[in-house]
Protein backbone atom coordinates (compact mmCIF):
# COMPACT_ATOMS: atom_id res chain seq x y z
CA UNK A 1 0.00 0.00 0.00
CA UNK A 2 0.97 3.71 -0.95
CA UNK A 3 0.63 6.29 1.96
CA UNK A 4 -0.73 9.49 0.05
CA UNK A 5 -1.35 13.11 1.83
CA UNK A 6 -4.52 14.47 1.30
CA UNK A 7 -5.73 17.85 2.68
CA UNK A 8 -8.93 18.10 4.69
CA UNK A 9 -11.19 19.39 1.86
CA UNK A 10 -10.04 16.79 -0.38
CA UNK A 11 -10.87 14.58 2.72
CA UNK A 12 -14.63 15.55 2.55
CA UNK A 13 -14.39 15.45 -1.19
CA UNK A 14 -13.71 11.97 -1.02
CA UNK A 15 -16.09 10.93 1.38
CA UNK A 16 -18.93 13.10 -0.62
CA UNK A 17 -17.67 10.79 -3.96
CA UNK A 18 -16.82 13.71 -5.82
CA UNK A 19 -13.48 12.91 -5.97
CA UNK A 20 -12.30 9.93 -8.05
CA UNK A 21 -9.06 10.92 -9.47
CA UNK A 22 -5.31 12.83 -8.62
CA UNK A 23 -2.51 13.95 -10.19
CA UNK A 24 0.44 14.12 -8.82
CA UNK A 25 4.35 14.79 -9.83
CA UNK A 26 5.76 11.87 -11.80
CA UNK A 27 9.33 13.39 -11.57
CA UNK A 28 11.32 14.78 -7.85
CA UNK A 29 13.13 17.63 -8.04
CA UNK A 30 16.29 15.99 -8.35
CA UNK A 31 15.01 14.46 -11.78
CA UNK A 32 14.39 11.27 -10.63
CA UNK A 33 11.46 9.24 -10.83
CA UNK A 34 8.68 10.01 -7.95
CA UNK A 35 6.94 7.14 -6.12
CA UNK A 36 4.45 7.63 -8.22
CA UNK A 37 5.76 6.56 -11.10
CA UNK A 38 6.37 2.90 -9.24
CA UNK A 39 3.07 3.12 -8.44
CA UNK A 40 1.79 3.59 -12.63
CA UNK A 41 4.26 0.73 -13.36
CA UNK A 42 2.89 -1.18 -10.99
CA UNK A 43 -0.89 -0.57 -12.10
CA UNK A 44 0.09 -0.75 -16.21
CA UNK A 45 2.00 -4.39 -14.69
CA UNK A 46 -1.33 -5.66 -14.15
CA UNK A 47 -0.48 -5.83 -10.15
CA UNK A 48 -3.65 -4.46 -8.03
CA UNK A 49 -2.50 -0.97 -5.72
CA UNK A 50 -3.92 0.21 -3.37
CA UNK A 51 -3.20 3.94 -1.22
CA UNK A 52 -3.82 4.61 2.27
CA UNK A 53 -4.92 8.10 3.17
CA UNK A 54 -3.32 10.33 5.34
CA UNK A 55 -4.72 13.03 6.86
CA UNK A 56 -4.56 15.89 9.56
CA UNK A 57 -5.77 14.31 13.44
CA UNK A 58 -5.19 14.21 16.63
CA UNK A 59 -5.85 11.41 19.68
CA UNK A 60 -9.07 12.27 22.15
CA UNK A 61 -7.58 11.35 25.44
CA UNK A 62 -8.74 7.50 24.94
CA UNK A 63 -6.33 7.61 21.98
CA UNK A 64 -9.21 7.14 19.94
CA UNK A 65 -8.52 9.41 16.52
CA UNK A 66 -10.37 12.65 15.40
CA UNK A 67 -10.15 13.79 11.93
CA UNK A 68 -9.82 17.27 11.34
CA UNK A 69 -11.55 16.99 8.20
CA UNK A 70 -14.94 16.19 9.42
CA UNK A 71 -15.01 17.32 13.23
CA UNK A 72 -17.11 19.78 14.24
CA UNK A 73 -14.65 19.73 17.69
CA UNK A 74 -13.30 23.31 19.00
CA UNK A 75 -11.13 22.29 21.54
CA UNK A 76 -8.47 20.54 20.01
CA UNK A 77 -5.48 22.16 21.15
CA UNK A 78 -2.99 20.87 18.42
CA UNK A 79 -3.70 18.99 14.92
CA UNK A 80 -1.11 16.14 14.14
CA UNK A 81 0.31 16.75 10.34
CA UNK A 82 -0.89 14.14 8.03
CA UNK A 83 2.38 12.50 7.38
CA UNK A 84 2.62 11.47 11.01
CA UNK A 85 -0.69 9.60 10.63
CA UNK A 86 0.38 5.83 11.30
CA UNK A 87 -1.92 2.99 9.08
CA UNK A 88 -3.75 1.94 12.60
CA UNK A 89 -5.96 5.01 12.42
CA UNK A 90 -6.23 5.47 8.73
CA UNK A 91 -10.26 5.82 7.65
CA UNK A 92 -10.07 5.75 4.36
CA UNK A 93 -8.19 3.52 1.42
CA UNK A 94 -8.11 3.84 -2.31
CA UNK A 95 -8.60 0.99 -4.65
CA UNK A 96 -6.31 2.08 -7.78
CA UNK A 97 -8.49 1.48 -10.64
CA UNK A 98 -6.36 3.22 -13.37
CA UNK A 99 -3.24 5.78 -13.77
CA UNK A 100 -1.51 7.29 -17.06
CA UNK A 101 1.10 9.65 -17.51
CA UNK A 102 0.19 13.12 -19.06
CA UNK A 103 1.39 17.12 -18.92
CA UNK A 104 -0.60 18.65 -15.99
CA UNK A 105 -2.48 21.07 -18.66
CA UNK A 106 -3.37 18.19 -20.50
CA UNK A 107 -6.56 17.54 -18.25
CA UNK A 108 -9.91 17.63 -19.43
CA UNK A 109 -13.07 19.41 -17.76
CA UNK A 110 -14.67 15.91 -17.12
CA UNK A 111 -11.27 14.81 -15.07
CA UNK A 112 -11.21 18.34 -13.18
CA UNK A 113 -14.52 17.30 -11.92
CA UNK A 114 -13.22 14.25 -10.91
CA UNK A 115 -10.62 15.52 -8.88
CA UNK A 116 -13.02 17.34 -7.10
CA UNK A 117 -12.09 20.93 -8.19
CA UNK A 118 -15.11 23.43 -7.76
CA UNK A 119 -15.80 25.71 -10.72
CA UNK A 120 -13.36 28.62 -11.45
CA UNK A 121 -13.49 32.15 -11.99
CA UNK A 122 -14.48 31.18 -15.96
CA UNK A 123 -16.71 28.53 -14.55
CA UNK A 124 -15.02 25.50 -15.55
CA UNK A 125 -13.66 23.15 -12.93
CA UNK A 126 -10.27 22.72 -15.42
CA UNK A 127 -10.12 26.71 -14.46
CA UNK A 128 -10.83 25.82 -10.25
CA UNK A 129 -7.72 23.05 -10.21
CA UNK A 130 -5.68 25.35 -12.29
CA UNK A 131 -6.15 27.42 -9.04
CA UNK A 132 -6.19 24.68 -6.68
CA UNK A 133 -2.65 23.28 -8.23
CA UNK A 134 -1.09 26.67 -8.09
CA UNK A 135 -2.14 27.20 -4.07
CA UNK A 136 -0.39 23.83 -3.71
CA UNK A 137 2.30 24.14 -5.91
CA UNK A 138 3.43 27.81 -6.30
CA UNK A 139 2.37 30.83 -8.96
CA UNK A 140 3.93 29.64 -12.02
CA UNK A 141 3.39 25.78 -11.30
CA UNK A 142 0.37 25.30 -13.88
CA UNK A 143 2.38 27.14 -16.88
CA UNK A 144 5.20 25.15 -15.81
CA UNK A 145 3.35 22.02 -16.89
CA UNK A 146 5.13 19.01 -15.32
CA UNK A 147 4.37 15.32 -15.72
CA UNK A 148 1.80 14.12 -13.47
CA UNK A 149 0.42 10.41 -12.91
CA UNK A 150 -2.76 10.44 -13.33
CA UNK A 151 -4.44 8.03 -10.86
CA UNK A 152 -8.22 6.97 -10.76
CA UNK A 153 -9.48 4.84 -8.10
CA UNK A 154 -12.59 3.98 -6.04
CA UNK A 155 -12.73 4.92 -2.23
CA UNK A 156 -13.20 2.39 0.91
CA UNK A 157 -13.28 2.43 4.28
CA UNK A 158 -10.14 1.46 5.71
CA UNK A 159 -12.04 -1.63 7.30
CA UNK A 160 -13.56 -2.63 3.85
CA UNK A 161 -9.83 -2.75 2.77
CA UNK A 162 -8.89 -5.18 5.73
CA UNK A 163 -11.36 -7.39 5.40
Known amino acids: MFPMV ?6 RALLAGTKTQTR ?29 VREAHTLDAHGAPIYRA ?18 RICRLTLAVTATRLEPLTAISEADAEAEGAAPGADGSHRDGYRALWESLHGAGAWDADPEVVVIAFTVHAASEAAG
Open 6 to 11: MGSATV
Open 70 to 87: TTERTDVPRWRSPIHMPW
Open 24 to 52: RLAWRADGEPSQWQDLHARVQAGKDVGVW
